[in-house]
């Protein structure tokens, strides 16, 4: 039997739900990463999984015609690239971006629970996606920000992956939380965790499965955002 072939997708299919992130997304029918179906493991497009958590645009499988979960369907193990990415000692070194309707960001997380706040941050793809669901969360009618910067030091991450449970991470630097390390294959170890610490790891990677499916996000020390490199974008949406 010949494969089912998968949609194909223009601007006009998408849902309006990803108004700033849409922009960034190279190529509609080209694969979303990893992101798969949960039932047969059908490598889904981004207009497939664009289209997903929008009641008026339900997305099925081309293939076996199961509703299209909004975190897709990840492997039970994640790519042995990513660990490789994170291994590479300048991996860290980058811009990262934020978004958030704070336009203060940077300086008030740095500043907020006595310096000692964990944050997160991702790729400008991700970030935008972030934006997009914190407007749909919202309803509100007000601006968002696009916060973009640099570390002051990444010595301190962890050249592991965390797992991306949203309920599980650290909060602050002195308030310890073990945080489980993602395995990429059987070979790989089951149950390992790390923590962060004024002394110890301040910042590690993770494979994201929610903003942007298999972008790599960072959870990190607020202290180490390096405040001369901050740029922020305001981002509004049409009246």
Not at 112 to 133: K, P, S
Request: hydrophobic share 35%; net charge negative.
């Amino acid at each position: 039997m010949a494969e089912a072939q998968r949609p194909q997708y223009t601007l006009e299919d998408i849902s309006k739900n990803h108004y700033w992130s849409l922009p960034l997304v190279p190529d509609l029918n080209a694969d979303a990463n990893d992101t798969k179906c949960w039932d047969c493991r059908a490598p889904l497009s981004w207009g497939q999984w664009l289209n997903t958590g929008d009641f008026s645009r339900l997305e099925r499988c081309h293939r076996c015609g199961s509703s299209v979960s909004v975190d897709g369907g990840h492997e039970e193990f994640i790519p042995r690239s990513v660990f490789r990415q994170i291994e590479k000692k300048d991996f860290f070194d980058r811009t990262w971006y934020h978004a958030t309707d704070r336009k203060n960001w940077a300086r008030d997380v740095r500043e907020a629970l006595d310096g000692q706040l964990i944050v997160h941050a991702g790729d400008e793809l991700t970030a935008r996606f972030r934006a997009d669901g914190l407007y749909k969360e919202t309803g509100q009618k007000c601006s968002y920000y696009i916060h973009s910067f640099k570390l002051r030091s990444t010595a301190s991450f962890a050249r592991v992956p965390l797992m991306d449970k949203v309920d599980c991470w650290q909060e602050e630097l002195i308030a310890p939380e073990p945080m489980e390390v993602d395995r990429y294959g059987d070979d790989a170890p089951a149950g390992e965790f790390i923590e962060f610490s004024p002394d110890g790891f301040k910042g590690a990677a993770y494979y994201n499965q929610l903003e942007a499916p298999g972008e790599i996000s960072i959870l990190f020390h607020a202290g180490l955002i390096q405040l001369n490199t901050v740029k922020t974008v305001e981002l509004t949406r049409p009246v």
